[in-house]
């Protein structure tokens, strides 16, 4: 009994110092990734942007405002956009699709070669009469007075092929209406597929004039667009070097 105690002792050992040597290298990430094993990603919860940590209004230049005018004896207001309401967004909350289609190519080449040669002799051939004083002279006064060359060369070549393409919907959400009437608007999208969880992000300031009819937006309609496409899982997680190896990348000088 007491071998299969200690062996059950030793055992426990073993498993706690697996999760402190986790626990130090990841967190509570490490931790959290572990008591995850065999179960499915969890997805997020449904949150308000505005109360994320970092989250921050956005301040653009803004030009002055302009009063409303009214005509007398008439129903249409001068400046207004439409003479009957449409259901397009255009309130904080309010909802619209973004069109995210991005098709990106970029091929680039570059060479460039360098080469230098450089060599410097000075000197005296016969110091004060060295040749006439003996041997032992000559081997202490100095013969020559500088002698240096150098030769330098790189030759560095770099190309770049890059095809990228990208189609799908989200829906945003309006997060805040600008003084001059653009919106600010952002969306994000969590799809699972077995143990991989796929997520869009799309953020950005839109006109209201651009909102098709439909209530939907192209992406390359967005300013200050920020797109993000990526995911998290056991494929994600595979991918992605161990964290000693990101250490030594970021540490090591060669």
């Known amino acids: 009994m007491s071998v299969f105690s200690s062996a059950s002792r030793l055992r426990r050992i073993a498993v706690s110092a697996l999760l402190?040597?986790?626990?130090?290298?990841?967190?509570?990430?490490?931790?959290?990734?572990?008591?995850?094993?065999?179960?499915?990603?969890?997805?997020?919860?449904i949150e308000n942007p505005t109360t994320q940590p970092g989250y921050k209004p956005v301040q653009m230049p803004m030009p002055k405002p302009e009063v409303a005018s009214y005509s007398p004896n008439s129903l249409w207001r001068n400046g207004s956009r439409a003479f009957f309401k449409d259901q397009r967004a255009t309130h904080v909350g309010d909802l619209l699709t973004v069109t995210v289609n991005i098709t990106d190519k970029a091929n680039i080449e570059n060479e460039t070669q360098?080469?230098?040669?450089?060599?410097?002799?000075?000197?005296i051939t016969d110091f004060i009469g060295a040749k006439t004083l003996g041997v032992q002279a000559q081997k202490v006064l100095p013969g020559r007075i500088l002698t240096a060359d150098s030769t330098a060369s790189s030759d560095g070549k770099g190309s770049v092929n890059r095809t990228e393409a990208l189609q799908t919907n989200v829906a945003a959400v309006v997060t805040q209406v600008l003084p001059n009437g653009n919106l600010v608007v952002e969306g994000k999208q969590e799809i699972r597929v077995n143990y991989e969880i796929r997520e869009l992000?799309?953020?950005?300031?839109?006109?209201?004039?651009?909102?098709?009819?439909?209530?939907?937006?192209?992406?390359?309609?967005?300013?200050?667009?920020?797109?993000?496409?990526?995911?998290?899982?056991?494929i994600m997680d595979v991918q992605q070097p161990r964290y000693g190896q990101q250490v030594m990348d970021v540490l090591l000088p060669f």
């Open 20 to 45: 402190l040597a986790a626990s130090a290298l990841g967190g509570c990430s490490s931790i959290d990734r572990l008591s995850q094993i065999g179960e499915q990603p969890k997805l997020a919860a």
């Open 201 to 234: 992000v799309v953020a950005g300031i839109v006109r209201p004039e651009d909102i098709q009819s439909d209530n939907t937006i192209d992406s390359s309609k967005i300013a200050q667009a920020r797109i993000a496409y990526g995911g998290r899982g056991q």
């Open 114 to 123: 360098r080469s230098r040669t450089n060599k410097e002799d000075s000197g």
